[in-house]
């Protein structure tokens, strides 16, 4: 065994039982044996940044909270949701049904705009949209209370899989 | 009377069985799980973001996060490797955001003239004050060690080394193989010799 495979070893682990093949290395190498003692040393002083410091009292509460806030935030979901899909079909028979488009219409392009009762609007600044509904890799977009939907494919690709404040 | 001994048998569940509890309908589940976990998770992610408000929120957005999709937890993976991942994630897209915007807090401004030999320690609010002074100063040079390595080193060795995780929930955390876990590890505790080279 070669001071690079010991080392390969040591990094690896410290808490097993080494042969002797690897013992006897570590007596007669300086290098290697500076080495483990290195790496002990180094997860003494990591196994001291293991202290923990306390999360705040409120701490659960506030999940609680948060979590309360989002249940009663999903009673506008549906109508946010059946407003979109109105707009969707209608822009679906702009776009896919009427092929003469008046002078004044967006190129490519349906909008849409959204604004939430005063009761949220009261309560908060920003509304969360889920748009992936992963829980490893969907991210939360904050938007404002109002709601401006801009998409050239609002019919067939755009769906909110979640809204909450 | 009732109530107390199912609190103290449900605090006796693993991580699991609690996830079951809750979905059908004990929150005290959900509160021993918080519980298990709130401590660990919030200082692993203030140790990527060294911004401990923030994230002791990020660490409530995790929670909730999971409760939301505890109906999809399949125990593929260990409950706590899951949190983590999303703990992670969540970590990892502030500091993006944190970088997109160009929200330098004095950390990142002190980094950037001095990656390696930060000339002023900063108050670390974590230490307990029966430690002595050198004892201060070495952990300070530590996880300022820990900090100058670069994120995927960096994130690896936190996870394996401080949170101890094994090998293998590392790799899950991280959504990288097992020899590449293993290997950034490695690297890590060889560039941490490197510059911790006068304490060792």
Known sequence: ?165 | MEEAALVRNVTEFGDNALVSAYLEGNETAFEVLMTRYQGRLANYINGILHDYDRSVELCQETFIRVFRNAHRYQGKYQFSTWLYRIATNLAIDELRRRQRKGRFFLYNIMELFSRDERPMPLPDRRQSPDLTYDAKQQRLKLKTAIDSLPEKYRLAFILKEVQDLSYEETAQVLNISLGTAKSRIHRAKLLLREKLSDLL
């Open chain 1, 1 to 165: 065994m070669n001071c690079e495979q010991i080392h390969e070893l040591l990094a690896e682990s410290l808490s097993w039982e080494w042969d002797e093949e690897v013992m006897r290395h570590l007596k007669e190498c300086h290098e290697c044996s500076k080495f483990c003692d290195d790496l002990k040393t180094l997860a003494e002083m990591t196994a001291d940044l293991q202290n923990e410091e306390p999360v705040p009292p409120e701490f659960q509460n506030q999940v609680f909270y948060r979590l309360s806030q989002s249940r009663g935030a999903k009673k506008f979901v549906t109508p946010i949701i059946l407003i979109l899909g109105v707009i969707a079909a209608g822009s679906f028979y702009w776009y896919g049904g009427d092929k003469t488009e008046p002078d004044w219409a967006p190129a490519s392009s349906a909008s849409a705009e959204v604004q939430l009762n005063d009761e949220l609007e009261g309560e908060t600044t920003f509304l969360e949209v889920e748009v992936d509904s992963s829980p490893e890799g969907g991210y939360i977009l904050r938007l404002p209370s109002v709601i401006r939907i801009k998409h050239s494919n609002l019919h067939e690709e755009s769906y909110i899989t979640n809204v909450s404040h």
